[in-house]
Every structure is written in C-alpha cells, then in structure tokens.
C-alpha cells in the first residue's frame, strides 16, 4: 500500500465527515437525538428511556384569504426624503421572522360577521350599546372627518349596503381591531378543537416592522409597494388610491375608497399596501422607536401610550403618506373614515417560507 494511495484515501474520509457533519448541522440529516422514528414514539417514555419526538398531525396550512410572508432582513425607515422634517423613522436594519397576512383589508362583509356574532352571541355579556358603541364602525365618521363635506350618502350606505361589501371598512378604532383578531381566532380555534385538531396560532395586528417588511414586498429599497419611485406607470394610470395632483380624488379611479383587492398586488400578493385605508398597526408610537426596540422583529407594545401606529396613507391623503418608510399615528380609541386594518398570523412551521404561496380568496 502506497503512502500516496493511503494519503488520498484519507483527505477524501475527511471530506465526507466534514460533510456529514456540515449537513447535520444545517439540519439535513437527522440522528437519533432530533427526529429518527422508534418503538414507543408516540408515548413518550419507554422502558424508562424518553422516546418522545415529534407529535404528529401537526401541519399549518395557509388560512383562507391570507398570504404567507417569507421571513428576511432588510432596512427598515424612510424610503425617500423625510419631506415633513419628523426624524421619525431613521433607518437601520432589521430582521422579521415569516408569517401570515391577510392579502386584503377586513371589508365591511368579513366585519359584518364580527359585529352580528357579536349581538347573537354576546350581548348578555357585553350589553347591546357597548357592542354598538365600541366594536360596530362608527358610521358618521363620513361627515365628522370633515368639514363642509356632504357625506350623507356614505354615512347611510356606505357599511350597511351590499353595494361595498368588499370595500374595507372603516370607522373601527385600535381596539375594536384588537377585539376583532380575538374574535377571530376563538372562532377558527373551537372549530379546530371540536375537530380533534392543535390550535392555530392566534390572529392578530401587524407589528410596524412586520407591516413594513410586509409592504415593500421584497424590495429592500421600495419607495412604494410596487418597487418603483412614482405613483403612476407609463401610460399615467395611477398605481394607488390617494389623493393626485391638486385634489383630484377622482383621477385614480375612484373618488372615496376602492374595493379591497382593487390595483395590483406587490410580489407578496399583497393589496392596497400603499392608499386606499391606511392601516392600524400593533405598536405604540414612539417618535423614538428605532433606538429603542430590538432588530430582531422589533415590536414596541405599551399599553400606556395611546398613539398607536397608522401605516400605508388612504384615499385622502397625498403620495407622500404611501410610502413604505412613512410612519405615524391615530389615538386608539379614535375611528376614522380613512383607517382601517388587516390581521397576520405567526407562521411556526419554519423559519423561512417561499414567497407567493396563497389561498384562495
């Protein structure tokens, strides 16, 4: 035996432990500590050694109208310039684990669903006029918005009409968005239960970074959804419902909101993440946010700060509140007829997730 052919022999060993062990450590191969399957696996104990592993019939599947966001590092803040001076959303990069979005604001329908189970269900519990008050959308919001305004026809039809019932609604406040994500994850959850299955992750607002990353749709440097830096492509069709030119709400399409899945998605299958309603967020606002929240999925809860963080511009305001790197803030318990919301969902299957996977609507 040649100390050549004994040399050889032994680099290419090393090259397959080395990838053996590279492979492990990527989570390619499983030992007999992470997943093998064996006797007894579903009892947990056996013979007085643990055998448990992985309990089966677990899977999450994309929910109904939501689209999966892919987790991903970007940097997070102001797109353009910062043409109102606030200083308010320095940038700096951040790191957001994947989940779940609704691929639309809640429309008045899905809400409708919400308030009347609501009145069927819980007025023993709540009592019809805090139901009424706090959780149904506060339609006069249409003429008290603003001043000198015939707003008498969307404050009659505008929630109760079949006619929007894909339009978002509006008109709910922070907390009634709050409620709302509660609601609807006792719902999806007493079914999965009676049908013998885990509980989902609950539904919940976006954090402002999550909505963020969310909104530029993969494009790190997007001034708006749509990746590019202006709000009309090149036959001058406007991309967004907002405010063009010099007040003319019309020249988009449509002179109040537009129908929840109105104007193209961006490349998460998002709509509307730019115009239309601005957004509720889960974050308390804070003119300090980037120094003080952490960038791995930074979220700032305060229960004691009231100004909860408004994302995406609406109909009424100007192309500067689209931007992906605008930020600012309603109080939370106000309704407006310019905000509305949409819910995420944890996505604990994996870390990461392929982009553009989605029900059907």
Not at 347 to 355: E, F, V
Request: proline content about 4%; some cysteine; glycine content about 10%.
């Amino acid at each position: 035996m040649s100390n050549k052919w004994f040399t050889g022999n032994a680099a290419r060993g090393v090259m397959v432990v080395a990838t053996i062990l590279l492979m492990q450590g990527c989570g390619f191969i499983k030992s007999k500590f992470g997943g093998g399957k064996g006797k007894g696996q579903d009892v947990g104990v056996v013979n007085g050694e643990i055998t448990a592993n992985g309990r089966k019939g677990w899977k999450q599947t994309t929910p109904y109208g939501m689209v999966l966001v892919p987790s991903g590092s970007f940097m997070m803040g102001q797109a353009d310039e910062d043409l109102a001076a606030t200083q308010a959303n320095m940038n700096r990069r951040v790191t957001i684990s994947s989940f779940y979005m609704d691929d639309t604001e809640i429309t008045n329908h899905e809400y409708r669903q919400f308030v009347n189970a609501l009145l069927t269900d819980s007025v023993s519990v709540l009592g019809e006029e805090e139901i009424m008050t706090k959780f149904y959308p506060d339609t006069t919001v249409w003429k008290n918005d603003f001043t000198y305004h015939n707003g008498d026809p969307m404050l009659e039809y505008y929630f109760s009409h079949p006619a929007f019932d894909t339009y978002p609604v509006v008109g709910v406040s922070w907390q009634a968005a709050q409620y709302f994500c509660t609601w609807r994850t006792n719902l999806y959850n007493d079914y999965r239960t009676k049908e013998g299955q885990f509980v989902s992750p609950r539904y919940r607002l976006p954090s402002e970074a999550e909505w963020e990353w969310a909104a530029r749709g993969g494009r790190n440097s997007a001034k708006y959804p749509w990746g590019g830096p202006y709000v009309a492509n090149g036959k001058g069709c406007y991309l967004a419902n907002f405010k063009p030119q010099r007040g003319n709400f019309d020249a988009d399409g449509y002179p109040y909101t537009a129908p929840a899945n109105a104007y193209n998605p961006n490349d998460y299958g998002l709509y509307n993440m730019a115009g239309n309603v601005a957004e509720w967020t889960r974050d308390a606002y804070a003119e300090n946010a980037s120094a003080i929240v952490w960038d791995m999925n930074p979220d700032n809860q305060n229960a004691d700060e009231p100004r909860k963080v408004v994302r995406g511009g609406s109909w009424k305001d100007i192309s500067y509140y689209l931007e992906t790197g605008t930020r600012y803030y309603e109080y939370e318990n106000n309704k407006r007829s310019y905000i509305g919301f949409r819910c995420v969902m944890d996505n604990l299957q994996g870390r990461t997730a392929s982009k553009g996977a989605r029900a059907r609507r």
